[in-house]
């Protein structure tokens, strides 16, 4: 009996996650009859980096610019009897796996390659992944199992700014479709930058977030605040922010103005200390905000 021909193939693949979504490319009829979702992604040409073989085919399959991390995972898939173009093979495939990203506003996804090996790209719930729902490769399930979030932790520094007068009011900035939980009112600041005095950060960030220029004070707290979500740059992160929350004072008659474009700043505003209760504030400015109450208290 003839001998059957080995086959060996090396392929690199992304996981790519944005929020509770999960982008999939849908394998074409020629390669399977029915319905099956798999991840971005696709052979490794002779001499091409796996990397670079992972971004063409995203690009191809889903017609978006991606980022891929340093972290990869091998996954094995040997078949000794299978059926490629028409003869039977003892295929084996070597997958190589990596942690991918696309910006947030990245388009809709559609696919360029014609009569290629998948038709349609599109983003699936993860939930509906994981418990069957959509019908995928074996590789998708095992790469979703072991995919890990990656983990950031930030230092920030933030100023609480009061206006007094007939209308007390605090100086707030709103975060921006590109930064964390959109539409939610923060106080003013970031991240302190690598050599960078915190007081220095508040100073330049606020000029940044507000056009204002403030006068930094005491330290009123060290906050501290974790989430899950979408980065800016669109990795989807296990954020840990630590944040030193300063005094500061500003021109009371100075109207803020977002200074920096297509940040994470939308809007910056002086908001009456009676609307506080009203906005959607995250718990970490309350907790500053309660600082510094009970600071302008003990004076």
Same mark, same amino acid.
Request: overall charge negative; aromatic content about 4%; hydrophobic content about 40%.
């Given at each position: ?28 009829? %020629? ?22 073989? &992972? ?6 399959? !889903? ?20 059926? @490629? ?9 070597? %997958? /190589? ?12 996804? $559609? ?38 979030? !990656? ?8 100023? &609480?700014? %009061? ?59 060290? &906050? ?10 669109? =990795? =989807? ?19 803020? =103005? ?23 504030? @995250?718990?970490?400015?309350? $907790?500053? /905000? ?10």
């Amino acid at each position: 009996m003839r001998p059957v021909e080995q086959e060996q193939r090396v392929a690199a693949y992304a996981v790519i996650a944005r929020d509770d979504l999960v982008l999939l490319s849908r394998l074409s009829p %020629r390669i399977t009859r029915h319905e099956l979702w798999t991840l971005p992604g696709g052979g490794v040409d002779h001499g091409e980096d796996p990397r670079d073989a &992972v971004l063409r085919e995203i690009h191809e399959e !889903t017609g978006l610019a991606a980022h891929v991390g340093s972290t990869v995972r091998v996954h094995n898939f040997h078949q000794p009897d299978a059926w @490629r173009r028409g003869r039977r093979v003892d295929a084996h495939a070597l %997958r /190589l796996v990596y942690e991918g990203w696309v910006a947030p506003d990245a388009p809709a996804p $559609q696919t360029l390659e014609v009569d290629g090996s998948t038709i349609e790209a599109a983003w699936h719930p993860l939930a509906a992944v994981l418990d069957g729902s959509v019908p995928t490769t074996s590789l998708v399930r095992e790469a979703l199992v072991e995919a890990e979030v !990656t983990r950031k932790q930030r230092v920030a520094a933030y100023a &609480v700014v %009061r206006r007094a007068g007939p209308e007390p009011a605090v100086l707030l900035v709103q975060s921006s479709g590109r930064g964390p939980h959109p539409g939610s009112w923060l106080l003013p600041g970031g991240g302190v930058e690598h050599g960078e005095a915190p007081r220095d950060t508040v100073v330049r960030e606020l000029g940044e977030e507000t056009g204002l220029a403030v006068e930094v004070g005491a330290l009123l707290d060290v &906050v501290s605040h974790r989430f899950t979500g979408t980065a800016p740059s669109g =990795r =989807r992160e296990d954020f840990h922010a630590l944040g030193l929350v300063f005094e500061g004072t500003a021109p009371g008659d100075a109207e803020p =103005r977002v200074r920096e474009r297509d940040g994470t700043t939308a809007d910056a505003a002086w908001v009456p200390s009676d609307r506080l209760d009203d906005l959607d504030l @995250r718990p970490w400015v309350r $907790q500053a /905000l309660a600082a510094s109450e009970r600071s302008a208290a003990g004076r």
